[in-house]
C-alpha cells in the first residue's frame, strides 16, 4: 500500500493503519512521509492506542515485529491497556507466538493492571484464550526465573509515573536475583 500526502489524516495515523493491516512496507513508506518519524511510530490515536496496540490488538505478527525492530515504545492507552492487553484478547490464532516478543520489549505488561484491574492474562481468560492464557504464564514463569540482566535494558525506560517500583528478591538454587517488581497505581 503506498501513502500519499494528500491521504486523510497524519503519517502517525497511516502508520497504524498499515500496522491494523499487517502492511510492513505501508509502514514504511508512512514513516518515509512523517517529518518526525518518532512521533509517527509512537503516536497514539483519540483512545492513546499506537500503532502497537493495533497491531498486537489484530494479532498481526509481520507488523508487531517490524514495529519493535523499528523501536516502538511500548505505551498505556486511554483504557491503561498495553499493547500485551489487547494481544491477549485479540482472538488470533498467531498471538500467542508474539507474548515472547511483547514481554521482552517491556516485561513490566505481565502484571500491569488496566482501568478495570484485568492484567494480560485475566482478559486472556474473560476471551475464552486458552492459547494466550498457556503462552502468558508462560512467559511470567520465564521472566520470573530468568537472568534479569537480559530484560532490564527495557524494563524502566518507558514506565508511567503512576507506578511504583518495589523490589523482591527471588531465591533459586545456587543464586539469589533481585528484581524490580512493578505495581499499578
Not at 513490566?108 to 494466550?132: C, E, F, H, I
Request: charged residues 25%.
Amino acid at each position: 500500500m503506498r501513502y500519499i500526502p494528500h491521504k486523510r489524516g497524519k503519517p502517525s495515523r497511516w502508520v497504524r493503519e498499515a500496522a491494523g493491516n499487517d502492511d510492513v512496507e505501508g509502514i514504511d513508506a508512512a514513516l518515509d512521509a512523517a517529518s518526525n518519524k518518532d512521533e509517527a511510530l509512537n503516536k497514539g490515536d483519540i483512545m492513546g492506542r499506537t500503532a502497537l496496540h493495533w497491531a498486537a490488538g489484530r494479532g498481526r505478527v509481520d507488523a508487531v515485529r517490524h514495529l519493535l525492530a523499528l523501536g516502538a515504545r511500548v505505551k498505556i492507552s486511554g483504557m491503561h491497556h498495553t499493547p500485551l492487553h489487547d494481544l491477549a484478547e485479540s482472538g488470533a490464532a498467531a498471538a500467542p507466538t508474539l507474548v515472547q516478543e511483547l514481554v521482552e520489549a517491556a516485561p513490566w505488561q505481565l502484571t500491569y493492571k488496566d482501568n478495570t484491574g484485568a492484567m494480560p492474562v485475566d482478559r486472556a481468560k474473560s476471551a475464552g484464550q486458552r492459547q494466550m492464557v498457556r503462552a502468558l504464564e508462560s512467559a511470567a514463569m520465564m521472566v520470573t526465573g530468568a537472568e534479569r540482566a537480559m530484560m532490564s535494558r527495557h524494563t524502566h525506560s518507558f514506565l508511567p509515573s503512576c507506578l511504583s517500583v518495589a523490589t523482591i528478591s527471588l531465591d533459586s538454587p545456587g543464586s539469589s536475583v533481585t528484581r524490580p517488581l512493578l505495581e499499578g497505581a
